[in-house]
């Protein structure tokens, strides 16, 4: 009798109706979201599409510096915290336990006896920084608490300080200040520059010098070298000429050069070595026609492992310092995918490396350099689902406007579904992002389930096809990126798999705003659109985004304060263009969001409405720039399904 009604509980909690019984009530939103606009969503549907919120994936966080184990990061309720995993395989030991997700974690190098975490509150991306005794599971607080920004801590060698970026003097510009986690009165600041750029990146080996990044855009950015004792700088690669940037710097291990990444001379950033006494580069990897993406200095400064990203797909290198030269990688078996967060281990042969793949969610590895073994410490979940059935990426290319080749990845339904496909467009933000062929997690119901072909384009302005592609959006050319999905929908149009009468556009941050574009430009050849958390108006934008990203905003898109510029951002703004929106909108914003604030969706519903057009309208109080909550998520979802079944579909 006990099983029996253990089976009628999960077929009720499931939504299955049955027999003398009602079906399972419409599905609410939970009290910390405003849905507007949105119909019922029946219970049926949450348990359809039930598999497809229960994927996961797994982080590298770091290495234990005594053993051979590590933490990661994972989710097994609502957010991602910090995890233990002993061994290649092994059990996920949950160690942080918060509402909210965990940032980073990173081991005290000095026995490994702490180790010291981010965390923010409700998405606001104040992130604070704390201290886990791994003995006792006590958490420390090691910052202010309050509406700054911390983050980047990096270890001295001798495992006695941090350094890390702060924005609590002003809320404006990031200052570099020292700390000694197990004494958090010890915190001082080494250097109060201005800007919101600047960031840690390494000590020297005496640990009398911190090499410091300024980012001052996505095509400029400069290293300097701080005096920790005194809090002088000296910068390291000179301002003038070119606008050049360096990505990543480690010092070698004689401490009289760093290696760094850069497009210095070069449409695409190599692994260059720079003198210290000279500021002489010496690049170390010109034969590759591709970026840099990553590098990892092994502990005895003999090896640098890099990682490449060709044509988004990403290849793991080595090579020896003392010869210049590459060193072979064993077949990692892995297949075409995305490589990320190199890390060694203090033994000097274990490498580990996270791993994306369109059939295999975000999990961690490890390479024996010395045997080529590879090893996966983590297995993460894919809903019950055989993800080795799900679609793997066409690379596709089109031509624009202007001649020029923007290429994008093609992902097509199973051969069940004929004719021709509807077809959904997503474009990433950044705006210097770049789709990849990584996990697609829920999307993978659009393709395996509503029978979608998605289209993930990486139009100009996108990282990874050098320099030159990277700048052809900004400032005022940013329209030109906009057109380049209007020659997608032409190309859609040239395939006879594809369906041009149903289109649909969506995309996040900044690929929000291009959804919004594109809907304002191109309504007649859309179905609908999604917009998460996209800007509606450049001007209102920039008013209210965090000080601390202001200016590097500007750099980006143009200055607010200048009144060309200004003309420019009312001309093209999709708030001020949102009479031309026909066909259905659906509009999701976080409350507590730094960098969109919530007012640039709010705005752009309330105008679109008096279109009398369809619009829906998401909004949680208790997420930031996207949803990191999964309740949050999985009811987004149900309503991005609804919303695709009865304006895209039906």
């Not at 909210?100 to 992130?127: H, I, K, M, S």
């Not at 000429?241 to 290696?259: C, L």
Request: aromatic residues 10%; contains cysteine; glycine residues 10%.
């Amino acid at each position: 009798m006990r099983n029996a009604l253990r089976a009628l509980l999960l077929l009720v909690l499931a939504g299955v109706p049955t027999a003398g019984r009602a079906a399972e009530p419409d599905i609410k939103p939970n009290d910390n979201l405003v849905a507007d606009g949105i119909p019922a969503i029946p219970a049926t549907l949450a348990a359809t599409v039930g598999r497809y919120t229960d994927f996961r994936g797994a982080g590298l966080l770091d290495w234990h510096p005594a053993r051979r184990e590590m933490i990661i990061s994972t989710r097994f309720a609502e957010t991602n915290q910090v995890h233990r995993v002993r061994f290649p395989g092994g059990d996920r030991t949950q160690l942080t336990f918060f509402p909210d997700r965990v940032l980073g974690a990173t081991y005290c190098p000095r026995g490994g006896d702490y180790f010291v975490f981010g965390r923010d509150v409700g998405g606001n991306e104040f992130t604070q920084l704390y201290r886990y005794d791994v003995a006792t599971g006590e958490v420390t607080l090691l910052t202010d608490g309050g509406r700054s920004q911390n983050g980047n801590p990096r270890w001295a060698h001798a495992g006695d300080r941090i350094a890390y970026g702060t924005t609590r003097r002003n809320g404006k510009d990031r200052d570099i200040h020292v700390m000694d986690p197990r004494d958090p009165k010890s915190d001082r600041a080494v250097l109060e520059p201005e800007g919101g750029g600047w960031f840690v990146l390494d000590w020297s080996p005496d640990d009398r010098q911190v090499l410091v990044g300024e980012s001052i855009s996505a095509n400029e950015s400069y290293l300097w070298l701080i005096d920790v004792a005194g809090g002088g700088k000296r910068l390291l690669t000179p301002k003038g000429g070119p606008q050049t940037d360096y990505s990543g710097g480690v010092f070698a291990r004689d401490g009289k050069s760093i290696y760094t990444t850069t497009d210095k001379d070069s449409e695409f950033h190599r692994l260059a070595r720079v003198d210290l006494a000279t500021g002489a580069p010496t690049f170390l990897t010109s034969q590759i026609r591709w970026d840099v993406d990553d590098f990892e200095l092994s502990p005895d400064g003999a090896t640098l492992a890099f990682v490449t990203n060709e044509d988004g797909v990403d290849t793991l290198r080595l090579l020896d310092t003392a010869t210049r030269k590459e060193r072979p990688v064993p077949a990692l078996g892995l297949g075409l995918g995305v490589i990320g967060a190199l890390k060694w281990h203090p033994n000097g042969k274990d490498l580990a490396f996270g791993y994306s793949s369109a059939r295999s969610p975000a999990d961690v590895y490890s390479l024996d350099v010395a045997t080529g073994k590879v090893e996966r410490w983590t297995e993460s979940e894919t809903g019950g689902l055989n993800a080795a059935t799900f679609s793997e990426p066409e690379l596709v290319r089109w031509k624009s406007f202007d001649g020029r080749t923007i290429s994008g990845f093609l992902y097509k339904p199973p051969a069940r579904f004929a004719g021709k496909q509807p077809v959904l467009v997503n474009i990433h933000g950044g705006p210097e992002a770049q789709s990849r062929p990584s996990f697609l997690g829920r999307s993978n119901y659009y393709l395996n389930e509503l029978g979608l072909a998605v289209i993930y384009p990486n139009v100009r302005g996108s990282a990874g096809y050098g320099k030159t592609f990277l700048k052809l959006d900004d400032g005022v050319l940013r329209e030109d990126s906009v057109k380049d999905i209007g020659a997608l929908l032409d190309w859609i149009g040239t395939r006879s798999d594809l369906d041009p009468q149903r289109v649909m556009v969506t995309g996040g941050s900044y690929g929000g705003y291009m959804t919004l574009a594109v809907a304002t430009n191109y309504d007649a050849r859309l179905r609908c659109s999604l917009d998460v958390v996209g800007i509606s108006n450049f001007i209102s934008f920039m008013e209210r985004t965090e000080a601390y990203r202001r200016d590097l905003r500007r750099v980006e898109y143009g200055d607010e304060r200048d009144p060309k510029i200004r003309a420019f951002f009312e001309k093209i703004a999709p708030l001020n263009n949102a009479g031309k929106i026909s066909k259905p909108l659906f509009v999701v914003a976080g409350k507590n969001d730094p960098r969109v604030p919530v007012q640039e969706g709010e705005q752009m519903v309330s105008t679109v409405r008096k279109n009398g057009t369809p619009v829906w309208w998401l909004m949680a109080d208790d997420e930031g720039h996207g949803f990191a909550k999964k309740k949050n998520q999985d009811y987004q979802f149900y309503a991005t399904v609804m919303f695709m079944k009865e304006f895209l579909l039906n």
